[in-house]
């Protein structure tokens, strides 16, 4: 039997974007909480995002491409060979 993990970013009141429906109020600029994150998702096998959500990730496939990015920057080389898989409501 598969295992799902149901795992979200949100603020302290519950919220998932900021008042102007972005989402990078919850980048973690903190080196160690983003290894700790990064940590945490490479033990997960496929993952499943809204469009909205698979469209804010697209980064991390090549962030570590761009120069003088921290060695947190790591998350695309993972997720970039994980299984993604996206879904949004019909019309």
């Known amino acids: 039997m598969v295992k799902l993990i149901y795992s979200m970013l949100t603020s302290l009141d519950g919220y998932t974007e900021d008042e102007h429906g972005r989402f990078g109020w919850g980048a973690p600029e903190d080196e160690e909480v983003h290894s ?8 997960l096998g496929t993952y499943l995002y809204g469009r909205r959500m698979y469209e804010t ?11 003088d990015q921290p060695s947190s920057c790591s998350t695309g080389r993972g997720s ?8 949004t409501r019909g019309p």
Do not use: D
Request: glycine letters at 4%; aromatic letters at 14%.
């Open 80 to 87: 970039g060979r994980r299984p993604r898989r996206s879904f």
């Open 36 to 43: 700790y994150i990064n940590a945490l998702a490479s033990s």
């Open 57 to 67: 990730m697209v980064y991390w496939e090549t962030a570590h491409t761009i120069p």
